[in-house]
């Protein structure tokens, strides 16, 4: 039964009863697929079982099944909310259900493929609701389920997920005020990555007219000969093939692959990658490793990275204070790093210790290099091409370290989930400023600085004193563009 003053909206396949706080209306835990466990576990999603009444949308859905903690990262991330099979469900937030054509911005959660929820409140979307924009988070499969590529399994079915939650948002967005034919696209780290590894194929045509990629790891991608391994490696650290095996006896398992994981000396250069999952190369929804082409032109591209992304992974474990040469030659076989490119790196590093030079191998060649490759690449086949660089740092240690914008954008400086990050001031004035940009790309497609072009590169620097600066990375590409993959 409904409250007299909750609101209402009918979908496709119910009516659903959300909640009203202060000026945003959400409806929460909305599904937009089966449950996708049992007779359903490892097929492509499945459309939603239709319900008949008024179903109450006001609690967000269950995470999907995760072991709980990235390798790596392990506490330094809040863990997400209790997982459940019937995972596949979405949010949206919006500022009024009686008004049409609101810009609208659907967000995919990072957690490098293996964890991560639409509910985490770290990415609580109500402060872009109240500045006049319907919002939207999702749930996707994650790791062995969503991730791994296995005999006679479909292959990525965690960006099929995500293809389908978009096809829903595409068809029922009106009915929250939201126009259809304005949607924006955004991710950080994985839920990047994911939007990069299939913006040109064709299951994603129509879905979305603008993209925001924050700190993507867009070459992180699974071709055979990796795919193999990584199967092989997974199979063996679960004791047991994963088609058999229980959930939560796989997860309980898994626990220990992520402990493990993050030891190169047990798994040697795939460590550097960060997580032992990624989209694969399938000739279908992710069609190659090139970026050429990638985020097809007629999507407008606003993408960047943190200025010192490898922090958060190499801070918590001691990883950055114990780095030794060793260790960085590993990560530039992780990378496939040619010669020329290692000879660049050293040039450039010269006066780095062993931990430093190892933090910008990961950050130049899993997200700052891919970012600006990427733009280069849009900006000339045409593309309206927007770059940024976050560079605000709480402390020299921490620096501008993955994740960090992400308190800026949602308007969550003062929660005490931020504070490790973010330190006891960060700059106000810089979460409305990058929100009022966000907000102006996914109505217009302009963010407020100039396009970037093959020429001077232009590119937004965000910090306490923003300003845009031409080619802030230049110093930098030699280690990543001396020499061809």
Not at 92 to 112: F, I, Q
Not at 178 to 194: E, L, R
Not at 226 to 246: F, K, M, S, Y
Not at 369 to 397: I, K
Request: glycine letters at 10%; proline letters at 9%.
């Amino acid at each position: 039964m409904t409250e007299p003053s909750q609101p209402t909206v009918r979908v496709s396949d119910g009516a659903l009863a959300g909640r009203r706080a202060g000026n945003v209306l959400s409806f929460l835990g909305i599904p937009y697929a089966a449950p996708p466990f049992g007779v359903r576990r490892f097929l492509p999603p499945q459309p939603p079982l239709r319900w008949d009444g008024v179903r109450d949308a006001t609690c967000f859905g269950p995470s999907a099944p995760q072991p709980g903690t990235l390798p790596f990262v392990g506490e330094a991330l809040p863990r997400p909310a209790a997982w459940g099979t019937d995972c596949l469900t979405l949010n949206v937030l919006t500022p009024e259900l009686g008004r049409a054509g609101l810009p609208v911005l659907v967000y995919l959660h990072g957690g490098g493929y293996v964890v991560g929820s639409g509910s985490d409140r770290r990415a609580d979307g109500t402060a872009f609701a109240c500045d006049g924009v319907v919002f939207v988070s999702l749930n996707y499969r994650l790791g062995v389920d969503g991730f791994l590529p296995l005999p006679g399994v479909p292959a990525n079915l965690g960006l099929r997920d995500q293809l389908a939650a978009l096809r829903w948002v595409r068809d029922n967005i009106a009915a929250f005020g939201g126009d259809p034919d304005n949607i924006t696209v955004f991710g950080n780290s994985a839920g990047a990555g994911s939007l990069a590894a299939y913006a040109a194929a064709p299951e994603a045509a129509g879905l979305f007219r603008r993209m925001i990629l924050q700190s993507a790891p867009i070459r992180l991608l699974s071709d055979a000969e990796r795919a193999v391994e990584l199967t092989a490696r997974i199979t063996a650290e679960l004791g047991g093939d994963p088609l058999d095996l229980p959930l939560e006896e796989m997860l309980r398992r898994h626990r220990a692959l992520n402990e493990g994981f993050r030891d190169p000396t047990r798994w040697g250069p795939l460590s550097y990658l960060l997580t032992p999952y990624m989209p694969v190369i399938d000739g279908e929804l992710v069609p190659d490793a090139g970026l050429s082409g990638r985020v097809p032109a007629s999507i407008d591209l606003l993408v960047g990275s943190n200025r010192d992304e490898a922090r958060l992974f190499l801070l918590p474990n001691d990883v950055l204070a114990a780095a030794t040469a060793e260790d960085v030659r590993t990560a530039q076989a992780a990378y496939r790093v040619a010669p020329q490119r290692v000879s660049a790196a050293t040039r450039r590093y010269a006066e780095c210790e062993p931990g430093e030079l190892l933090s910008e191998t990961i950050t130049d060649h899993l997200f700052r290099g891919p970012a600006v490759d990427l733009a280069q690449a849009h900006a000339v086949a045409g593309g309206a091409t927007f770059t940024y660089e976050f560079a605000w740092r709480p402390s020299a240690l921490i620096g501008a370290t993955h994740t960090l914008e992400l308190p800026f954008l949602f308007g969550r400086l003062d929660e005490e989930d931020s504070r490790p990050l973010v330190g006891p001031e960060p700059p106000h004035e810089l979460s409305r400023i990058m929100r009022r940009a966000w907000i102006d790309f996914t109505a217009t497609g302009d963010p407020g600085w100039p396009r970037y072009d093959a020429e001077d590169r232009k590119t937004m620097v965000f910090d306490e004193h923003s300003r845009v600066e031409r080619d802030p990375r230049e110093p930098h590409r030699a280690s990543w563009e001396s020499a061809s993959d």
